[in-house]
């Protein structure tokens, strides 16, 4: 096991085994331990009372490596250090990304119900005071051509907010850490249709569906039906149609009988993941391995085929090194949780930065509508300035009727009867707390509030398991 630093500005230095001096320091209150413990997080020592110099650092070369993703992410925090890769952690993040789908589609549903009874609401107003109210409404958000849709922005930020997450719970001086990334691209084409040569891969390969049943194989009365349905935004693209006989349609829709075809479902993952990849391959910081070369070198290293694994072949690939050294590995499982459910917060009070009484910015970045400047648009500011400037956080105005929920998915709470941890996923009946972790604790996956102790608040990626701690 190893310590990673910081000083008293924040400022990461190297890890250390004195562990000695630092259960000294401690005791003298000239430092203190960040993280570890109930938290989760790997433990980082803060020196109170020093200042690291630059100029006298000696130079290593730490490497943050991120096999992409769909569901599960792998990553890497490892070190190149006399011919040898000492690897610090790996582990996976379950993310969020399949679900930004069904978000938007719900989100787009109520939209469109609300937009409905407001125009049946001016209807009625115009008939009653005999003039026209209807008018048309320039939408408040138009959609540019250069913006990205919900998914592929979440996923890009999720792999990058990963980065820096690693990069806290590993501090280490910036100009020594290299991003690294294995570059693998999906061939949705030939995985759908087959391979083909030549002009072929030009030509449009989509065909009428065979007008069979694909359950039973008849013929005779048969009916179109769409794998994802119109209502849920389904199109007559091909991959979306079949055709099943009178009967089996209806099995399928009572539910009494399932379709063994996802069709464009199937390759959604994939398309998302290439889409990913491509912008991330525009960022000039991050290094790329390409994914062939890390199927040889797992291979070669003995490693099974996993997200993790396939994060430390790439790093492997990467250093040239093929000398692994696990001594001090921790395992991490993270997990991304929604931190802004709209069910729970009203409205959220905007972030304020004043200078002598004055407001020169509101938030950290411009939120819809904003014409103020933010933080960001006025950064870098003076050191004269940053002495004067006083930052007053946002507020979050909860729903009065979700107010008193105790808990919200992604707290870290303490069982108090015997001291384990375990994070919160949801309430129950607004009287106790929900997690799949207290099977094993209490025997059962809800608990009172009042048995519990919060120690960590929803931080968007959350430690779900740490081997050093085998929570």
Known sequence: MLLFTIDRNGKPGH????????????????????????????????????EFDYSKTVSRKLIIVLDPGYHCIGF???????????????????????????????????????????????????????????????????????????????GIETHLNLYKKLLKFFPFPAEQVVFVMEDNIFDVRTMTWGKTDGTGYQKSPRVPAEKKCIICGSKEKLQKHHLIQRKYGGTDIRENVVYLCRDCHEDVHAGRVYIPVEGVRQWRALGTVNAIIGRLREIPWLKFVPASDVAQMRKRLGLEKGHANDALATAAVFCNCTETDRTHMIELTL????????????????????VNGKIVAKNRRKRTDQ??????????????IQRKLKVYPGTKILNPLRKETPTIAGDVWIYEPTGKRFVATGVVSQKYLYSPQLEKIVGKTYVKPEECKRVLRNEGIVVMYNSLYHN
Do not use: W
């Open 15 to 50: 890890p250390t085994r004195r562990f000695d001096m630092v259960r000294k320091l401690v005791k003298r209150r000239r430092a203190k331990i960040i993280g570890g413990g109930a938290s989760g997080k790997p433990p980082v020592v803060m020196f109170l009372d020093r």
């Open 76 to 154: 890497v925090v490892c070190e190149l250090k006399g011919g040898k890769l000492i690897v610090y952690c790996t582990g996976i993040l379950v993310s969020r990304i399949p679900e930004i789908k069904e978000l938007i589609t719900e989100r787009k549903a109520h939209r469109r119900n609300r937009r409905y009874y407001s125009r049946c609401k001016k209807k009625r107003l115009s008939a009653r005071q005999n003039r026209v109210l209807l008018k048309f409404k320039v939408p408040r958000t138009v959609r540019d051509r250069d913006r990205l849709n919900a998914t592929l922005r979440h």
């Open 335 to 354: 997990v991304k949780f929604r931190r802004h459910n709209r069910a729970r917060i009203h409205a959220v009070r905007d972030r304020l930065y004043k």
């Open 371 to 384: 014409k103020e400047p933010s933080f960001a648009d006025i950064s870098p500011l003076s050191p004269e």
